[in-house]
Antibody, heavy 115, light 109 residues
Framework: QVQLVESGGGVVQPGRSLRLSCAAS????????MHWVRQAPGKGLEWVAI????????YYADSLKGRFTISRDNSKDTLYLQMNSLRVEDTAVYYC????????WGQGTLVTVSS | QAVVTQEPSLTVSPRGTVTLTCGSS?????????PYWFQQKPGQAPKTLIY???NKHSWTPARFSGSLLGGKAALTLSGAQPEDEADYYC?????????FGGGTKLTVL
């Protein structure tokens, strides 16, 4: 069955960097685009970024351009989100989601940005 | 970046019908925005109910339907059940990027 398992979350100080990973299994990862979506505590969903199946196209939420970078390693069936210059308002649960009609979501990893 | 708007909260009676809407600051929502609808219950990851305006996943209960209505995307719940109480989010596509609405808290009461 399709599984998406995020990791790499934790507590980080403002201004620092963090890289999230999403390990995929149960499907041909290299055939699917992938999204990152986040949700701040008690708040709504926010779309973060998408990467196409081959990594050749990427789009970002306007508010995050320049600080966040989405990437993938199809040889490792893994999706990444590099987050730089983190701010308190980046505190959220980060989900990876399969592009195929958003049909499968991971359980999320919590990133807390705090001094 | 576009702003996507939803009703903050709605209430529906058990077995009643309710329509949630999703508007765009850029103008009318069309099929080209590929509207999505998600359901999220407390402590759970979101679940996709509707994609591309009106298409359902295999797990989507038949009582949910999607459409375009008056320049907005719409999610209609016909015959509400207690388990439908949840937050509902719409999502629209803008030339490769995506924007979520702020969500609607649906109470079944």
């Amino acid at each position: 069955q399709v599984q998406l398992v995020e990791s790499g979350g934790g507590v980080v100080q403002p201004g620092r960097s963090l890289r999230l990973s999403c390990a995929a299994s149960g499907f041909t990862f290299s055939s699917y685009g992938m999204h990152w979506v986040r949700q701040a505590p008690g708040k709504g969903l926010e779309w973060v970024a998408i990467i196409w199946y081959d990594g050749n196209n990427k789009y970002y939420a306007d508010s995050l351009k320049g600080r966040f970078t989405i990437s993938r390693d199809n040889s490792k069936d893994t999706l990444y989100l590099q987050m730089n210059s983190l701010r308190v308002e980046d505190t959220a649960v980060y989900y990876c989601v399969r592009r195929s009609y958003f049909d499968h979501w991971g359980q999320g990893t919590l990133v807390t940005v705090s001094s | 970046q576009a702003v996507v708007t939803q009703e903050p909260s709605l209430t529906v009676s058990p077995r009643g019908t309710v329509t949630l809407t999703c508007g765009s600051s850029t103008g009318a929502v069309t099929s080209g925005h590929f509207p999505y609808w998600f359901q999220q219950k407390p402590g759970q990851a979101p679940k996709t109910l509707i994609y591309d305006t009106s298409n359902k996943h295999s797990w989507t209960p038949a009582r949910f339907s999607g459409s375009l209505l008056g320049g907005k995307a719409a999610l209609t719940l016909s015959g509400a059940q207690p388990e439908d109480e949840a937050d509902y989010y719409c999502l629209l596509s803008y030339s490769g990027a995506w924007v979520f609405g702020g969500g609607t808290k649906l109470t079944v009461l």
